[in-house]
């Protein structure tokens, strides 16, 4: 009997083990859902087996699989589910899943989460390999950290200098190799040259010494990135005939252990090298080479990185074709994978903003510059446009950490009133001519509604740099009242660069919207300030919106009168140790509002709970939210929240009360208004979060401040915004600019109050 039994629970282990490795595959293959399903029933066989650990390892990955997916919250109900279970564990077993846990944690996003997951487990051992696992996975968290802060301006010392200090405690505990290698990397990134220099040398030569395998292959590869990046950005000598050497060692090492997924990393490493130095055809060969490696296996988070390097390789060697064929399938292939950007395989060192971002702007630019100085064609310009589009998709995706399905580009909505604008900004990363390097240049495409199908180019040089001092400047001046002169410069000069030379058009065209598609740091500025000199640009006539170049609704203007779920708190608190002012005019703005359009009963200071938010929601068909509170948005998703009572409603349950508002998206809601939130201060990022509310939840519109705003003109613009809506035939865009127009009526022309509303998705 105890033998039968003993044969059932080895079978359930290799029948588990099975089914984790068919997981792993859909994964690799991008089959999510048939990822999670191997993955649920891998984690029963486990616990049928009496594998504690697999069974917990089974749900890690069910977990990543969601949160790719978008279902952040059941990952997160799992990897809490996880973290119950091996409470009870034994304590080495707990340690191994602390970090296993605090792994995946870094790789959904909940960085803090994963710090305190991974210095619970570093207090459980006293076994050196295990504590040095640990510190090695805590310097990974704490670079994360630091790299988030980074891509929206936050000083970032603190957590390379943790991660520096766990890499090195790592290294004296037993070595590390994983750690060193992490270690000179991250050296490299704070331009600590000299002393990751120094580590070279000792590094080479403990990579020389290691027995040929995969290990070897991969440090070799990790080696090489560092010490290239070293020679690409210091001002010091670096041999590269030793990375030449030390790339070629792990070729033929890949090679003997039949590993074409490593020998394409070394070969594509080594045409990087090549590439840095000049030789073209030696790296184009290289290159292609590494894709043909890859031909037999599914890895496209390797074969678009030798995709692109083949289109860079040609565009330097001025085979224009050649190099629009290479970076059409580079970003084909990303495409392809959009879901495992979100948490792509642990051996590539992989950033969006490093290594995605690069790709669509390099090809954009590729096709608007040409070197002989003819314009670009009208296949090209639809081109441009189509990779801003994917650009802007990826990137909004990756700040979500979810794949956004049926989206619509914004040119395929027709409206015979607006016009839709362009603005791209380009610094010419790729070849040029050295009397360019000091220029930039601001493209401008344009769709008029009186001939949709032919898109309108013009283009602008100015000094390197100088676009994103303005806009940086224009921003920070809109945010101070006494700084109207100032503001009235810089916004004169963006008209001069985004409208004037499109006036001509402008003058003839029937559009009363304009629709802009912002990139980069124009997000932050508001278009409604731009200046001719005498007037702001919705003085001359015009509704301004911002759309992030998808939509997921036609904007077709509702014919359901506006049935408001109105809420918010007046009253100050401290939450967190951060302290919020009190909101005076909170009763009076819901007074007013109600004198326009139908609105629920109001949930005040006190009621203003998810609990009450989520009950309300549920039990009433409202078209459309307004909240008066305090709450951040920036791309650090810690720092992004609305202030309830008592609490903070951050990403995820904001998310998942709009899909109570939108029915799950049965039913859109027409408008989302935040009346007192901000914008993170030079986060170019952060305008996605609410252009993400609308894209992941069904909400057709946002309406919202870019910073802190004044309260009482903020009730009176609010006032004035709903009485306009309520007028037959209106749409949003024309009543905000009547709200702003009204603004510059009683507090004149001070854009500090009046330009710090931007309607952000569907104008109508």
Known sequence: MQLEENSTLEWAEIYAKALNTQGKLHWLQNQLEAAITAWQSAAMAYAQAGNSEGMAIAQINQARALQALGFSGQAEAILQQVDQQIQQQPT???????????????????????????????????????????LLELGNTERAMGDRLSAIGRPVEMHFQAALQYYQQAIDLDSSLSAQLNHINLLVKTQQFTIAAAQLPVLQQAIEQLPAGRTAVYAAIHLAESWMQLANTAPIQSDT????????????????????????????????????????????????????????????EIRYRWEWQLGRLAQFQNKHQEAIASYQAAISTLQSIRSDLLSVNSDVQFSFRDNVEPVYRQFIELLLISESGQLPSQSQLQQAVQFVDALQLAELENYLGCILANVRRVNELQDSKAAILYPILLQKTLQQKPQQDNTERIMLIAQFPEQPNQLVYREISIPKGTAERTIQALRADLEIPSRTPEVLEGAKTLYDWIIKPLEPELEQTSADTLVFVLDGALRN????????????????????????????????????????????????????????????????????????????????????????????LQGSDFTAIHWKTHGTFSSDPTETYVVAYQERITTNTLNELLQVGTRNGARPLELLVLSACETAHGDNRAVLGLAGLAARTGTRSVLSTLWIAQDTPTTEFMDHFYAALSQPGMIKAEAVRQAQLNLIRINGQTPHIWANYVLIGNWR
């Not at 070629?248 to 590439?275: C, F, K, N, P, V």
């Not at 170049?549 to 951060?578: A, E, K």
Request: proline share 5%; no cysteine; net charge negative.
């Open 241 to 300: 005939s030793a990375v030449a050497q030390l790339l070629s060692t792990a070729i033929q090492q890949a090679q003997m252990l039949h590993d074409e997924r490593a020998e394409s990393y070394a070969l594509g490493q080594l045409g990087s090298l090549y590439e840095q130095t000049g030789q073209w055809a030696d790296a184009k060969m290289l290159t292609e080479q590494a894709l043909l490696k890859i031909e037999p296996i599914q890895a496209p």
């Open 525 to 616: 500025v508001p278009m409604s300030v731009l200046y001719d000199g005498e007037q702001y640009l919705i003085e001359k006539g015009y509704g301004v919106t911002i759309a992030p170049r998808l939509q997921v609704f036609t904007p077709n203007t509702s014919s359901d009168s506006l049935r408001v779920s109105i809420g918010g708190i007046g009253i100050p608190q401290t939450i967190n140790g951060t302290h919020f002012p009190p909101i005076v005019k909170l009763q009076e703005e819901f007074d007013r509002i109600g004198r326009s359009v139908e609105i629920g009963t109001p949930l005040m200071n006190e009621a203003f709970t998810t609990e009450n938010i989520r009950q309300q």
């Open 92 to 134: 080495q077993l707990r340690v191994a899943l602390l970090r296993n846990l605090g792994s995946i944690l870094r790789q959904v996003g909940n960085l803090d989460a994963s710090r305190d997951r991974l210095q619970e487990g570093l207090t459980l051992t006293s076994n050196p390999t295990q504590t040095s696992l640990m």
